[in-house]
């Protein structure tokens, strides 16, 4: 028996999943922290092969037996599940369809959609049990019934900035996963170069401070605007940059509706604290994202995920501040 219970205890302790909600996150190793593994999707755009086009996480709904996953979009202001994607399994699911709740509304793209109350959700194992999440009806791609059983991944939902409320956002672009603890590995608070950013509660939007030239402006960091290290409208770029001298232009989907976008060199550098991001890339303007909408909101444009790809980054919701690990 003796020998029988090592095995045992292994097996129960493999057998508890791995919670969102840690109270000892500090005394964790890299290793040991309750990562979420994400994979990122690709697009032909304009007869281009685009690599990393989304990053892409492994959702479970309830109990439902189904192999679902979601877009990570920290530009999202809500954690949101498709209501054209995942009306057939709503269909068999009456105690879900139950925690659909509409007193309780979110307004996106012109329209007000209901909410599921209390809905448990798990990304990769990690569980986020007892959560709103908004029921977006008219979004995402239908199902034909022959195709709901079958063992294919079905993409049926955003997962957004709430999830980590109140918490400490990593992404490990490297290794590809990302995890929302309570605080710090004890040791990162010295290997993370941290600046102090806004963070919109009522949006869950994170702006950075990007010094381009000589001006620190306002930037919205997105990780849903993954092909682009800096988008911004047309004549801002063409400020930073020479418009004469395009080097890229793409068409694409932003929430399905095609949008053009064009890529010039800047000739300025840009820096987050004292970091100097890769000067290389091409920063990106659009007709999308005019002068008057963006003044109106107050922030300068949007940067991504590219800046990033090599790097591990720190989102501190708690404390308000972005940080880069130090290898």
Known sequence: MRFLLVPLVVILLAMIPKSAEAQSD???????????????????????????????????????????????????????????????????????????DTTQTVFLQGASYPCFADLSIQLDGVEFPNRRVVFFEDFGTEMTKDSLCTSTIKHIGTIAADLFEGKILIIDYKNQRLCGIESLPSDWEQRVEFVDIEYVKESNLVFLPLQI???????????GSSIFPLLSSLSKIARISNPDRCVDSLTVLSWGKPVDVYGYIPDVKIMLGKEELDNSLPVYGSDMLNDKNL?????????????????????????????????
């Open 295 to 327: 003044d109106r909101s107050g922030y300068w444009g949007l940067t991504g995920n590219r800046y990033f790809l090599d790097k591990t980054i720190v989102i501190d919701y708690k404390n308000r501040r972005f940080g880069i690990l130090k290898e």
């Open 26 to 100: 500090r005394f964790m190793t890299d290793d040991t922290l309750p990562w979420i593994h994400f994979s990122w999707s690709s697009g032909n755009l304009g007869g281009r092969l685009i690599e990393k086009t989304a990053m892409i996480v492994p959702l479970k709904i309830e109990e439902l037996p189904y192999a679902f996953e979601a877009q990570f979009d920290l530009g999202a202001c809500s954690t949101m599940i498709y209501g054209k994607a995942f009306a057939p399994y709503l269909a068999m699911a009456s105690d879900i369809r139950e925690k659909i």
């Open 213 to 223: 030239g000589d001006i620190t402006y306002r930037v919205m960091f997105d990780t």
